[in-house]
């Protein structure tokens, strides 16, 4: 009898672990370099006509570095490997599109949090985007962040659908 209840234990343990595990989904990490993602959020992302055409030939990227990580990220505080920013020289409206990617062993939820508590949507001098427009999320390592009053949710899901 005991060797049954043993038994039993053990096959209920066994399905216990292998059953609670299955469920978390740990993201994997984004393959290419920043740029190479970048091209790929803009390529597949189902913006405006409008934005399209000037994404073409409007925006610029630029190399994020300790220098600069501040007018982008809104902290220095960032454990980062690499990081670019995406931005017009002159836009009618305010937009900005950031990949970060994190140093190996970063805690990735403290820098998202650093960037959504200290960016500022309105960095630049005669416009801005409106608090509820800034989104920060990852796909593994790599951290996005993107403000924009238009083009903010269909950047955000390209960027979701990278990860499939």
């Not at 672990?17 to 299955?22: F, I, K, M, T």
């Not at 920043?34 to 190399?63: C, H, N, V």
């Not at 960037?115 to 416009?127: G, H, L």
Request: glycine fraction near 8%; aromatic fraction near 8%.
């Amino acid at each position: 009898m005991r060797r049954v209840v043993l038994l039993l234990m053990v096959v209920v343990l066994f399905f216990g672990v292998v059953g609670c595990g299955g469920g978390v989904e740990q993201a994997s990490n984004l393959e290419g370099s920043l740029e190479e993602i970048l091209d790929k959020i803009y390529e597949t992302a189902a913006t405006s006509e409008q934005f399209k055409e000037f994404s073409a030939k409007g925006l610029f990227t630029t190399e994020i570095t300790d220098e600069n990580i501040e007018h982008y990220f809104g902290t220095k505080n960032v454990d980062y490997e690499a990081a670019i920013g995406s931005e017009p020289m002159i836009m009618p409206n305010a937009y900005s599109l950031c990949l970060l990617r994190a140093k190996e062993g970063a805690d990735i939820e403290k820098i998202k949090s650093e960037i959504k508590e200290n960016v500022d949507p309105r960095k630049w001098i005669c416009v801005g985007v409106d608090p509820s427009n800034v989104v920060v999320d990852n796909i593994g390592d790599v951290i996005i962040l993107i403000m924009s009053d238009r083009e903010g949710k269909a950047l955000h899901e390209a960027f979701l659908e990278l990860a499939e």
